[in-house]
Structure formats: C-alpha cells, structure tokens
C-alpha cells in the first residue's frame, strides 16, 4: 500500500471513529490545528493554481474535509458537556477571539456565520451553478472547432485527443462543483444548529449537574460554544472561500496575483485621480488630514512609479523590435526569400494609385480578381496570385506588367481622360491627345469627361483607365499562361479530376504520363489558346494514344483532334462562311521531307531561301484575310499541322493553324488563297 493511501485511509477513518469515541482534549488540540491548517492549504492552493483543473479533486477534499471537521465538531461537544473542558485551542478561541467578553463573542460569531452563510456560499453556489450550465452548453462547439482544427490539419491526432480529455475534464470537475457547493452550505447550517444545541445542553449541563448559578452556566457554556464554533467556522470560511476562487475563475491559465495587479495597478491615471480624491478629501473635510493626505500622496508616487516603469518597458520594446528587425535583415532567409519571384506583376506609378486604392474609389483589385475568374472559365486553367506594388521610379502614369519578375509589356494612361477607339464606321472625328490603345496597339485618342457623351453618340468606343489596364493585364496574361503553367498547377488539376474520375486518373498518371508529359501538353495546347477546361476529355485522349507515343506534340495533336468541337465553336461560328487560307500540298510535303526526329523531339531541316519564299507568301494571303476584317487562319492537314505551326510562330505570333481532323463537319469555308512556296 502507498504511504499517500495510508494517510488517506486514516484521514477518513479517524472521521468515522471521533463521531462514535471520545477523544482527550489534548489530541483533539493537534486535530483542530491539524484541520486549520489544512484549510490553509487549500485556500492557498485554489488562489495560486493557474487553472481550474489543476484543483480538479477539489469536490472530493471539499466532502472529505467536511466530513473531518464535523467530526472534530461532534467530538468537541461531548467535551464540552461532559467536562466542560474542550481544550486549549476551544477555550483560546472563545476567549481571545471573543475578548473575554460574551457579548463581543457572540456578535463576531454571529458576524463570521452570516458572511459564511449568506455571502460566501450563496455566492459561490450560484456562481457554480451557471458556470457548469455553461460549460456543459458550450460542449459540443468546443468539440466541433477540436474537430475543425483537425481535419485543418492546425493540431494533431495527440494535440486533439489531449484537447478532448481537457475538455470532459472540465465539464465533469464544474458539474461536480456545482453538487459539492452544497456540501458547503449543509456544513455551515450544521454548524449554527451544533452552536445552539452546545448552548442550551451546556446551560442544562451546568445548572442540573454541576449546580451552576445559571449566569455563570450561560458565561461559562456560551464561550466556550462560540470558541468551538469558531474553531470550525474559520476553517469552513477558508474552504468555502477556496470554492469560490475556483468557479470564479476567469482565465484559464493565469496566476491571479498578476492578473489583479495588472487589471489594477497598471494605469497611472487612475491612481493619480484615486490620489488627488483622497487628498481633496482630507483637506476639505473633517477626515482624517493625515491618514487621508498619506495615501493620496502614496498613490500619486505609485502611479508616476508605474508611468515611469511603462515608458521604460516601451523603450525596451522598441530597442527589441529595432534589434529584432536588425537580426531579422541579418538572417540567410531573408536573402533567400528576396529570391523569390512572383509569377505575375503589375507596377504603376504614384498618379494610377487611385484606381488601386479601395479608399479613393479605386476598383482595379476587383477587376484583377475577375481577370483570374474570366481566364478560368474561357482557358480552365488557374491564373496564379496577380501581384499589384507601386513604384515611385515609373513615369506617375505609367505602368509595367512582368511575367516571373520580367518587364513584358507597358502602357501609359491618362488619370482623369477616357480613350476613345474609332472602329472604322466613324465619319466625324473627335479631337483629343493621340495615343495606341495598349493590348492591340490600336490607334486612339484621350478625351476628357466632357467629350464621352459626343464620343460615344458618332460611334466611337470609349473606355476608362482601369478598364484598359485590366484588358492589357487580361491578354498579357493570356499569352503567357503556358509559361506560368507549373507542375504543381497540373498536380492541383489531376486530383480535381480525379474526385469524380478515379479509374482514368489511376490508369493515366503516372503507368502511362508523368506530370511533366501532361503539362507539356496543357502548355501546347494554352500556347495557342486552346482552352483546357474539358480536362477529362483531354486526360481519356492522353490515356488511349500514350501507349503508341509518349512524343508530347504529337500527343497535342490526338488531344487537339479530340476537342475539335471546341476548336470549331471558337474560329468557326456555327451559321457563318469563314474565310481561310490553305496550304500547297506541295509545300506539305516539302515540309514533311525536312522532319528530322531526335531524342529531344522532331525539328525542321528546310532551306532558309524555301523557308523564305513560304513565309513571303504567308504574309500575302494573311493580308488578304485581314484586308476582309477575318482572323488570319491557315488549315492543313494533320500530320503537318504542328510542324507549320512551329514554322511560323516566329514570324507570324497571332496565326491561327488548323488541321482538316480539327473542324466539325457542318462548318463551311471558304478559301480565299493558298501558301505555296
């Protein structure tokens, strides 16, 4: 047996047994002082403990040291009846707490039940009661934000569990308090009633058998009733104090002599107001001058003490922040983290901060975050985060876009104008600032307020600065998004696939793909504004040609083939003729002989003078499209499609090329040339 279930056995027997033994009053002394001071230790123990549950046991020594001190209580009595001698600590109670005097001895005792009885524990009972309807109310929010915090992945398996057992610990310890609240109250009920009854039976006592004169009975009986009395209430006063220091338990883990000082001591305007009161008051009344005058001037030291304290503690603080900031530049991570670049970035100067600041009016964040939304749904592909900074070293009206930290294309705006677009019809010309719109590099003017209405009423189309920074952003975007198309991007778009299409994406990646393969062909097909939002067509193409060819542009070309309808409905409009351009089967084949294939890919081998000639005549039949206001669209057959293609970017960055596998079959054409060479 462990010496700790010893004591505790004894503790609790030695209860029982003084209820049914008498015990001399020399060993009832120790136990009196024995029970003081382990109220002592309780009380002591509830105001220093950081949290309610480091007092968890506390209903079950609240039932055990009730138990005891009743006990001393009932053994205390019969000493008292039977001899008239309780002992020294009794009888020192009744008369030096009391005075020597009956009176005084009553009042203080009848003062001590009723601060126990009506403020302590009334208090402390109530103050249980809600706290354990609250906490046991709050339950299952606590678990559901555990549970939260869990599948976030912000605490672990032990962290939640930890969480869990602290959290039914705390409802079940309040649950408790709430009963053991009663232990308290029925403890100072019995003892008034074991006050009174020590009082009558130890005047019947001393008059019946001793032969007592009943003044001498009721001196003699009633100290040492209020000595006994006393001897056990300040004990209880000390434990049903303990009880409310817990339930009243504001913070969970704070030490509560901090706390007080802090919440009180810690503005020096209050203790000069309380100082400079108190002082007002001893001069101007008939108080006390000196008692009065002497606090005031206490409290007004002790609030410069603690300005004075405050100021130094802020000095302190900014010397570490400083230090802090210092050590901070110093450190290898911040160099690494100036390494970073950000995929996508807009600088404008100080006069385009207006259309930025949400303050001001400005609504050019709102139209990055419907860029990312418009791209999304038109290419289905993520646009990464569109980075916005100011910088005081552009023109005040300029700005920059850059791709991965590269300056890619500018524009200047006029603040207060609006940029005014002739679409050709225009008969009536309007005067203003010339200027090129941008994005396409269009002609156009800049007019003022004043001019909008007149610009728009002839035909002309009119746009604002924010407007024509987004439409730059948008198309600057859209050209290089199959730059900005990472493998982590692809990653993120497998596994939304694969929510819905498991067995595709379990068969596809990475048995027959890995996820490098699968961007190159996503970077193929965004490359030329293909739109990739039809990812499980395009994943169901890769998984039936990847087992002949793992040649990445061919592969573009099975998955082009496979999203013909969508090729179609973007150049070909359903209803309408469209103009193109073909190619010389001639010069298809001229092309198709001057294939090389290699380990890293296939590559062209064809005369610069042939190449020459084919680009000469691009450009004619090109113009002819233009000249009809139609896209410049060349079609031609599968196999040499991507090999035109690449022919031709260098020269030629808006050129649509189409394969015949490529169009739906109830588009019409019409064929207004051929490239020959």
Same mark, same amino acid.
């Given at each position: ?224 009733? *209020?000595? !006994?009395? #006393? +001897?056990? &209430?300040?004990? =209880? /006063?000390?434990?049903? @104090? ?13 030490? *509560?002599? !901090?706390? #007080? +000082?802090? &919440?009180?001591? =810690? /503005?020096?305007?209050? @203790? ?18 000196? +008692? ?386």
């Amino acid at each position: 047996m462990k010496k700790s279930d010893l004591v505790l056995g004894l503790y609790i027997m030695a209860a029982i047994v003084f209820l049914i033994v008498p015990i001399p009053s020399f060993i009832l002394d120790i136990l009196l002082a024995l029970n003081i001071a382990t109220a002592m230790v309780i009380l002591f123990n509830a105001l220093f403990s950081r949290e309610a549950l480091n007092m968890s046991s506390f209903p079950t020594v609240l039932l055990f040291t009730t138990i005891f001190r009743i006990s001393l209580n009932v053994s205390s009595t019969k000493l008292i009846l039977s001899s008239g001698e309780p002992g020294n600590v009794v009888e020192t109670f009744g008369k030096f707490v009391g005075g020597g005097d009956l009176v005084i001895g009553v009042v203080v005792f009848m003062i001590l039940i009723l601060v126990q009885f009506m403020v302590i524990n009334k208090g402390s009972e109530r103050v249980a009661e809600v706290t354990a309807r609250f906490t046991l109310d709050a339950m299952p929010g606590k678990q559901m934000a555990i549970d939260a915090d869990l599948n976030t992945g912000a605490i672990t398996d032990a962290e939640a569990k930890e969480r869990r057992q602290k959290l039914q610990d705390e409802s079940a310890f309040f649950g408790a308090m709430d009963g053991a609240t009663k232990y308290v109250k029925g403890d100072a009920t019995a003892g008034l009633i074991i006050t009174a009854v020590n009082i009558v039976g130890g005047i019947i006592m001393g008059v019946v058998r001793l032969g007592m004169p009943i003044a001498d009975a009721l001196e003699k009986y009633t100290i040492l009733t *209020i000595g !006994d009395g #006393l +001897v056990s &209430q300040i004990p =209880s /006063i000390m434990i049903s @104090l303990a009880t409310g220091l817990l339930v009243t338990k504001v913070s969970k883990e704070a030490d *509560i002599s !901090d706390i #007080l +000082v802090k &919440q009180l001591f =810690s /503005i020096p305007k209050v @203790l000069y107001m309380v100082g400079g009161a108190l002082i007002f008051l001893g001069i101007t009344t008939p108080l006390n001058v000196v +008692v009065f005058c002497a606090y005031g001037v206490v409290f007004i030291i002790c609030g410069r003490m603690i300005n004075a304290k405050i100021e130094e503690s802020n000095i302190e603080e900014e010397v570490a922040a400083t230090e802090d900031n210092a050590d901070e530049i110093r450190k290898p991570e911040n160099v690494t983290s100036l390494l970073q670049v950000d995929p996508i970035e807009l600088e404008f100067g100080y006069g385009i901060i207006p259309l930025a600041d949400v303050n001001q009016g400005g609504d050019l964040l709102d139209r990055v975050v419907m860029i990312r939304r418009q791209i999304a749904l038109e290419l289905g592909c993520v646009v990464p985060i569109i980075r916005l900074r100011d910088n005081i070293q552009l023109n005040p009206n300029q700005y920059v876009i850059k791709i991965k930290g590269i300056p890619v294309s500018d524009g200047e705006i006029l603040f207060d104008h609006y940029m005014a677009m002739n679409p050709g019809y225009v008969e009536e010309e309007i005067t203003g600032i010339p200027t090129f719109e941008p994005s396409f590099h269009l002609p156009a003017i800049w007019i003022t307020e004043n001019q909008r209405e007149r610009a728009e009423s002839l035909g002309y189309t009119v746009v604002d600065p924010p407007s024509i920074i987004a439409t730059h952003l948008t198309e600057v975007v859209k050209s290089n998004l199959s730059e900005l198309l990472s493998r982590q991007d692809v990653q993120n778009l497998i596994n939304n696939v694969k929510e819905a299409n498991e067995t595709l994406i379990t068969e596809l990646v990475p048995k027959q793909l890995g996820v490098g393969e699968i961007q190159k062909v996503l970077q193929n097909l965004l490359h030329e504004g293909i739109s990739i939002r039809d990812l499980v067509t395009i994943f169901e193409t890769l998984a039936d040609n990847a087992p002949v060819t793992r040649d990445t542009d061919v592969l573009t070309e099975y998955v082009r083939q496979s999203l013909k309808r969508a090729i179609s409905n973007k150049y070909f409009p359903n209803g309408e003729t469209t103009s193109v351009v073909t190619l010389d089967p001639q010069v298809e084949q001229e092309i198709m002989g001057s294939v090389k294939q290699t380990e890293q890919g296939a590559y062209l081998t064809l005369d610069p003078e042939k190449t020459q000639g084919i680009m000469n005549s691009v450009k004619e039949e090109v113009a002819k499209l233009e000249n009809l206001g139609r896209n410049p669209i060349v079609i031609t057959s599968p196999i040499v499609r991507m090999y035109f293609k690449k022919l031709t970017s260098d020269y030629f960055k808006d050129l649509v090329v189409v394969s015949y596998s490529e169009i739906e079959s109830n588009v019409e054409l019409q064929s207004v040339g051929m490239v020959t060479a």
